[in-house]
């Protein structure tokens, strides 16, 4: 008898929980398989120290392959489940595609930043949500400082040296507090201009910080910020974003060059494509985590919307204790399923208290509804975290040692840019590449999401400035592998999505039935084309000749001998290999042709009429995100 296939979707807090148990329950006798788009397990709660400079990037992650020896790994992002069939389409880190097959399906895919309808917030602001954006956010803030210290202009200084953090909640709160005592420890080293020190600004539409803690944990926090010389504000928001700065609910404007976006999280969008009963974005399940109506089908975490046995009527917050938990009764009642457990068991919970790490040795705790604040709270925070943590205590608890004895080490090193980590994205988990899979689809848009590019150098006009490329190193929003074009439902606009989120269940451009072109190869796109666009396609495969530059989108490739970076390409691939010359690129559904002998292809060809939907040829798109116009779903009311 074959043994049955477990599919489980997503390696969070509840993702990795399921498969580690299920992995002692079953002993071998069945497949697992975890689909996740990274090798590793990421311990969120000490993300702000990672940031902070407190701990290296590694120490809060978690080799899968190690940790879950018997556990087969698959990375990459699903994209279609059809229930019927059991079968999973996913989208692996190359672009390539597969098909995986299970008895047993838990979709453990975790959130994303919740986004709110909110003038250039999605343009200029980041989120805290992976890894690359924490790393991001170091290297960011590290550069301010570093650019305010030189500035000869107190109005730049000040400007740069303000940080604006947006929710109050666990991660908001958490990130103000180490971020102030980084850049403090940084103007040290790097004296500001007399009289000015870095400004942190925290921002909640709600009365108190944490709000969704009790008032004595809430009131120590709130002490600790206005200590360390936090400005917090509480019922104020942002009411737009630009460039410049942001101008609150309030009236007031803050010229900043950083907005950190905390205001809370919305599941994975992927389970919205299953068509199943929903609650606020997640999927309905019993207090067994099986979705009604499908015993092959479970979820848990930020998904599942799981009923709160202990307050009837509501269900468990989008938390980490609640995802770990989560994980643990998934994989029973998995087993149970198919004969290879004990009795199924209905989720119950018991708040064993919380912790906010506030950076050094303060923070604020409850542990069994014991009340703490200063250094017995740091002891008890640090304690819960490791114990926590599945792996890598040594190496942590050694990071902390160090941190306490030794200065930290404030440096750039520009791993991670602002148009790698977009706001509006589906996987924070990875950072966006250039040149990744879907590049064809990308070229429409006429910017990405999220692409603060200019607060990565200067903000004058000829430096980064609005419309403006910053630096030679980043491609220019819209161009590949700056994020699809999609039409949302309702939305009467095509929007730029990124290229995990047209992997997850939903029409993407050039997918069947989207209605959009797919790729083709140049035999294919030969038949049928217009006779000047043919013309064209021969022409530039000929040796000896010249770049068309009359070509619809086309430039030259910068970096080859002697050529120059397409810019605007309308669904082409940058040549390559070319010894002397770069073809045409941007031939409609074609792909450039490759080493040529010298040869380059001729001048002054009619272009092609774009298709529609695609921008006319010879422009070049200004950096910076098509703005959003989609309705915010329902989670999104009332928060930040």
Request: hydrophobic share 35%; proline share 10%.
């Amino acid at each position: 008898m074959s043994r049955p296939r477990i599919l489980i979707v997503g390696a969070g807090f509840a993702g990795y929980r399921t498969a580690r148990t299920l992995s002692r329950l079953t002993r071998g006798r069945a497949h697992i398989t975890l689909l996740n788009p990274t090798d590793y397990f990421l311990y969120l709660p000490l993300l702000p120290q990672v940031a902070a400079g407190v701990l290296e990037p590694r120490r809060v992650t978690v080799s899968l392959s190690d940790s879950l020896p018997d556990v087969r790994l698959v990375l990459g992002e699903a994209e279609r489940i059809d229930l019927d069939d059991r079968t999973l389409r996913y989208t692996g880190p190359e672009g390539e595609g597969g098909t995986l097959a299970y008895d047993r399906l838990v979709l453990a895919a975790g959130s994303v930043n919740k986004l709110l309808p909110i003038p250039g917030v999605a343009e200029h602001a980041h989120g805290f949500r992976g890894l690359p954006e924490a790393l991001y956010l170091r290297d960011h803030v590290t550069r301010q400082v570093e650019l305010a210290a030189s500035a000869d202009d107190p109005e730049t200084c000040a400007a740069r040296c303000t940080f604006v953090v947006v929710g109050a909640g666990y991660t908001g709160t958490e990130v103000a507090a180490h971020g102030q005592m980084f850049t403090d420890a940084q103007v040290r080293k790097h004296p500001l201009r007399r009289g000015m020190r870095p400004r942190w600004m925290l921002l909640d539409v709600a009365p108190r910080v944490l709000p969704e803690m009790d008032e004595k944990l809430s009131a120590t926090a709130d002490r600790v910020l206005r200590q360390r010389g936090v400005d917090v504000r509480m019922g104020t928001s942002v009411k737009e974003a630009t460039h410049d700065g942001v101008l609150l609910s309030d009236g007031e404007f803050v010229a900043t060059r950083t907005l950190v976006w905390c205001v809370g999280v919305r599941p994975d969008p992927l389970v919205e494509s299953l068509g199943l009963p929903m609650e606020k974005g997640r999927l309905l399940v019993d207090p067994h985590l099986q979705v009604p109506g499908r015993p092959e089908l479970f979820a848990c975490g930020d998904v599942a919307a799981v009923p709160d046995l202990e307050n009837p009527g509501s269900y468990t917050p989008m938390t980490a204790q609640h995802a770990w938990r989560h994980g643990r009764i998934a994989a029973e009642n998995v087993a149970a399923s198919l004969g290879l457990g004990g009795a199924r068991k209905p989720y119950r919970h018991r708040d064993l208290g919380f912790v906010v790490d506030l950076g050094g040795a303060k923070a604020a705790a409850n542990p069994l509804g014991v009340t703490l604040s200063g250094v017995p709270a740091g002891a008890v925070t640090r304690g819960y975290h490791l114990a926590a943590m599945p792996g890598n205590r040594v190496r942590v608890a050694a990071d902390w040692l160090l941190d306490a004895v030794l200065p930290r080490q404030a440096v750039q090193l520009g791993l991670v840019r602002s148009w790698s980590v977009p706001l509006d994205t589906s996987s924070p988990e990875v950072a966006r590449v250039p040149g990744g899979p879907g590049q064809w689809q990308e070229a429409s848009a006429r910017s990405g999401p999220g692409a603060a590019l200019a607060a990565d150098t200067d903000g004058g006009p000829g430096a980064g400035g609005p419309g403006r490329a910053g630096s030679h190193d980043e491609p220019a929003k819209g161009q590949p592998g700056s994020g699809a074009t999609q039409v949302r439902p309702g939305s009467g606009a095509a929007q730029p999505r990124s290229e995990s989120e047209t992997a997850k269940g939903r029409p993407a451009a050039g997918r069947p039935g989207s209605g959009l072109g797919e790729p083709r190869s140049e035999s294919e796109t030969a038949k049928g084309r217009p006779a000047e666009a043919a013309a064209a396609e021969r022409s530039r495969n000929q040796p000896g000749g010249e770049p068309g530059g009359n070509q619809s989108g086309g430039e030259p490739a910068r970096n080859q001998p002697g050529g120059e970076p397409a810019k605007s390409q309308s669904g082409g691939e940058p040549a390559r290999n070319q010894p002397g010359g770069e073809p045409a690129k941007s031939q409609p559904g074609g792909e450039p042709a490759r080493n040529q002998p010298g040869g380059e292809p001729a001048k002054n060809q009619p272009a092609p009429t774009p298709p529609p939907g695609r921008p006319a040829p010879g422009g070049h798109p200004a950096p910076g995100p098509v703005k959003r116009t989609d309705a915010p779903d329902d989670s999104a009311k009332g928060d930040s």
